[in-house]
């Protein structure tokens, strides 16, 4: 990853989608999904919303559960980018995606090339170099919004305390000066920024904790900052649409 990316790209790598449907959870960061060859459906599970078919997809910061469905060939690239790295690599504040889904060519048309030519692509390497060089561009063009210092030192509060008041304590500010800041960037309240990052962690220490074979609930809510398991269970359910013990088994997690 190049100098340029590091601060706004989390994670790019190939996926391979099953038969069944992958159920995408609530996270604290922009999700793009590029199918190499045929469109990808997505529904929210707890909307009255039809399904949607995307070319490729861009996913805003959202609280609730959505399941992805490809049809013909299930290959893809995954893009996760930080809340900033919207603005700074697609041109699209993070607050004008929250809670939904959108093309990626309406997102960014500059992009709109990119499942067409990952198709022709014929390794990893390539993909990669492609996609690589697609948001370099993006950055080239939009790095003036990758958004202000305010932002990026709300986001860092926000991550380093569990509670809403001492991250605005940290800053010097009020709740209401960091409210204002925190929804101009992302579209969502400090506190909903913090349950998504508690939920990621609590996320990727169930998952972890499975593949040791060494899953405690009580635990992992004490860890994640859940007032205790019954509080974490709850949460899971209201935010993934499942509790942690179905969703492990979904994920082919546990027996």
């Known amino acids: 990853m190049t100098h340029a990316l590091a601060p706004f790209v989390v994670a790019l790598s190939p996926y391979e989608l099953g038969p ?141 305390t569990t509670r809403v008041e001492e991250a605005a304590g940290l800053l010097g500010c009020s709740r209401r000066h960091l409210s204002s800041t925190v929804r101009a960037a992302l579209g969502v309240t400090p506190k909903e920024y913090q349950r998504l990052l508690r939920f990621e962690n609590a996320r990727g220490a169930l998952a972890t904790a499975a593949r040791t074979e060494t899953i405690s609930l009580a635990t992992i809510a004490a860890q994640s900052g859940f007032a205790d398991q019954a509080h974490f269970t709850r949460e899971w359910r209201a935010m993934a649409g499942s509790t942690p013990t179905e969703w492990l088994r979904t994920e082919g997690l546990a027996a």
Request: glycine share 8%; hydrophobic share 45%; net charge neutral.
């Open 20 to 160: 069944s449907a992958h159920r995408g959870l609530p996270s604290s960061t922009i999700t793009v999904t590029i199918p190499e060859s045929d469109a990808v459906e997505i529904a929210w599970l707890e909307r009255a919303e039809p399904a949607q078919r995307f070319s490729a997809a861009v996913a805003g910061l959202h609280l609730d559960a959505a399941e992805l469905r490809q049809q013909g060939g299930r290959r893809g690239v995954w893009l996760t980018l930080s809340p900033l790295g919207a603005g700074a690599l697609l041109g699209v504040p993070a607050s004008d995606l929250s809670g939904q889904i959108a093309d990626l060519a309406d997102v960014s048309p500059a992009m709109a090339h990119l499942p067409e030519q990952l198709a022709a692509c014929r390794s990893w390497p390539q993909r990669r170099t492609l996609v690589e060089n697609a948001l370099l561009t993006g950055w080239a063009r939009h790095q003036r919004h990758a958004g202000g210092r305010d932002a990026r030192a709300a986001l860092k509060a926000l991550s380093s």
